[in-house]
């Protein structure tokens, strides 16, 4: 038999409200209202908390508060990255950022998924694809990627774009949906 969490990140249909899952995501909002509340003076206690809550920090790592996340856990962020204000990374499945991104005010990552049926959403059945961000790129501030998304190494994102599918690397993207406008030469 498999419980709750082992079907969330298999990326079956699983129930959120599972206890086990229930205090896992309290104790990520612990972490991240304690994380909220230090000071830009305070890197060392802004790392400790980054390394408690998250599955993988690189070095060097900067994340300006507010920061939101479901479990922590399954998010890993590469060496150099910088997320400004407002990142909000929902990781009910993997999320993989690389090494020197840079992340604007206000981006969604977004793994979750939902039934299009009526029932199975009535009855709180969820699901979630994991996202995959390569090394070295630019998400614009207030873009949004959804569930299964890999962007590839050197992609701009533009600004308020919302990323449906995979896109390659080196290119520029933008819009809604997101669509290459252009390679990076």
């Excluded at 104790?27 to 003076?41: H, P, V």
């Excluded at 959403?121 to 979630?128: F, S, T």
């Excluded at 994102?157 to 896109?167: C, E, F, H, W, Y």
Aim: net charge negative; charged share 25%; glycine share 10%.
């Amino acid at each position: 038999m498999t419980t709750m969490r082992d079907r969330m990140l298999a990326g079956e249909l699983y129930q959120a409200d599972d206890p086990d899952l229930a205090e896992a995501l309290l104790t990520a909002q612990d972490l991240t209202a304690a994380y909220n509340t230090t000071g830009a003076r305070e890197p060392a206690e802004r790392r400790r908390i980054l390394e408690e809550l998250l599955g993988h920090i690189g070095d060097d790592v900067d994340i300006r508060p507010p920061f939101r996340v479901d479990y922590g856990r399954h998010i890993s962020i590469g060496a150099r990255t910088f997320a400004n204000y407002g990142l909000i990374a929902l990781d009910v499945a993997a999320i993989t950022i690389g090494e020197d991104c840079q992340i604007g005010t206000n981006v969604q990552i977004l793994t979750p998924t939902h039934p299009i049926e009526p029932g199975p959403r009535r009855d709180k059945w969820e699901a979630a694809k994991p996202v995959t961000i390569g090394d070295n790129v630019w998400l614009g501030s207030g873009c949004i990627i959804l569930p299964g998304v890999t962007i590839g190494d050197d992609t701009v994102i533009g600004a308020g774009a919302v990323v449906t599918k995979d896109l390659p690397a080196g290119v520029v993207a933008v819009g809604n949906p997101a669509r290459v406008i252009r390679d990076i030469t």
